[in-house]
């Protein structure tokens, strides 16, 4: 038998997790034993972004506390698209792209909960029950338990319905009843009685409620059946936003996504680094696994040296290794040590790509470095300085940096041996002013 936390849900609230609760005694509910629950996610992508991040340390609480956690990878209801949110339909995925979307986010999922041992987690996909229905089939046994009337209010779909533009297709209209059907499905394959998500969620998720309420009145069940069993619940989050009311998991290169191909982890730890003072104890409470005494330590400290940033650290260094581990953790650290440090001419070429992803960078022949290019005219085809007569005032200034050594002499000749990982050479101009040199062969 499973042991359970019972303080879970407490801790939830204290964190300010907890946006809505379908019924006020899910609390109690959760505290008397295991509990199955799911979140699904539709897989728009082949990877999970930091959007997401949220719903998945949700569902590791869960697990850790003792309770059975199920998630579902929107096979069918991800070739339709959830309107909630959305300002226009999303673009129909083919089969071949859905597949590879699928299998790209089960291995991001992988990562947060365990799939083996005395509680493992589970993952589905809502093709398996939707490929064999029909449509006759569906309209008669799920559609007549919804009214148009009450679809129309919700906000998801009123939005879309007053934006003339781009409007809402039959298709999306038809999301929440899919969704509904997801939870009485896993509520009867699986004794799934609790549906989490982000509040722009709340919609789908209370009707999948009221769907499990209705099909379960015409489902014979045994006189001797514990009724509080066939009460299904929902609970939701805040959606994650910046103090200025911008998105939260969004830059100015894009978004930050959980799969290393996409963001690397160096790049994913200096997202968190560069957390506003402002937002980071809340990302600390709703994000982290430290306990919420020591958080308030952290904001303590940060009234009093907000210089030292501990705050930021804390939570990228959870989060890195929670998603990409601790050897990528290590490296995403000496890389930003590296940074302002002769130990950048030891980082790998993947590395150093990442670190120098947003620096100016230019390639030059390779077949240059033979009889060597001085620095004086780097500078100049670089464009750190205008001019040569720029470029001596500067180094001789000690503004200079080449592999971030000051250069004292502009007529230093660079060769191979300057190079890093056999390719790329750093100048740098005053301290963060950075160019990346690729001497391509």
């Known amino acids: 038998m499973t042991q359970i936390n019972p303080s879970l849900y407490a801790d939830l609230d204290a964190r300010g997790i907890v946006k809505q609760v379908t019924s006020p005694e899910l609390a109690g509910e959760l505290a008397k034993g295991p509990m199955t629950l799911y979140c699904g996610f ?11 991040l949220f719903s998945l340390l949700v569902l590791r609480r869960f697990q850790e506390a003792g309770h059975r956690v199920i998630t579902v990878v929107g096979g069918a209801t991800g070739m339709i698209g959830d309107p909630s949110g959305k300002t226009q339909e999303r673009s129909l995925l083919d089969e071949s792209t859905l597949e590879k979307n699928l299998a790209g986010i089960r ?3 992988e990562r947060f909960l ?9 993952i589905v996909n809502n093709a398996d029950w939707f490929k064999g229905m029909g449509y006759i089939t569906f309209l008669r046994d799920v559609g007549k338990h919804f009214t148009v009337n009450h ?4 906000d998801s779909v009123r939005a879309r319905l007053e934006d003339r533009e781009h409007g809402i297709s039959y298709t999306e209209f038809s999301y929440m009843l899919l969704q509904a059907y997801d939870f009485w ?4 394959a699986h004794g799934c009685r609790l549906q989490l998500g982000g509040s722009d969620q709340w919609g789908n998720i209370t009707e999948g409620t009221e769907l499990i309420r209705r099909m379960s009145a015409r489902v014979d069940t045994s006189p001797t059946e514990d009724s509080e069993k066939t009460h299904a619940f929902g609970l939701t989050w805040p959606l994650l936003t910046k103090s200025d009311g911008s998105k939260f998991g969004k830059t100015e290169s894009g978004t930050i996504w959980l799969s290393a191909e996409r963001t690397s982890p160096y790049a994913f730890h200096q997202y968190f680094l560069q957390i506003a003072d402002a937002d980071i104890i809340n990302l600390l409470r709703l994000l982290s696994f ?3 005494s ?3 330590e952290l904001e303590r400290k940060m009234r009093e040296s907000p210089e030292k940033r501990e705050a930021q650290h804390a939570l990228a260094d959870e989060l890195t290794r929670l998603v990409h581990g601790d050897a990528e953790l290590t490296r995403a650290v000496g890389a930003s040590k590296a940074l302002f440090s002769e130990d950048v001419r030891h980082l790998d070429e993947a590395t150093l790509l990442s670190v120098f992803a947003g620096a100016p960078s230019h390639r030059a022949d390779r077949a240059r470095l033979k ?4 620095l004086l005219d780097l500078l100049v085809e670089s464009g750190l300085c205008a001019s040569k007569g720029a470029a001596r005032k500067e180094v001789q200034g000690g503004g200079i940096y080449l592999n971030n050594e000051r250069m004292a002499d502009p007529m230093t000749p660079v060769t191979e041996k300057h190079l890093i990982a056999g390719r790329f050479a750093i100048l740098r101009r005053g301290k963060k002013t950075h160019h990346l040199v690729d001497f391509h062969a």
């Open 371 to 374: 009889d060597g290019i001085l």
């Open 290 to 292: 430290k306990p919420l």
């Open 107 to 109: 291995r991001v999922i």
């Open 185 to 188: 499905h896993l509520y009867r």
């Open 42 to 52: 539709d897989p728009t992508a082949d990877s999970l972004h930091v959007g997401s």
């Open 114 to 122: 365990k799939l083996d041992g005395p509680n493992p987690a589970t």
């Open 294 to 296: 020591e958080i308030t």
């Open 151 to 154: 679809m129309l209010a919700k």
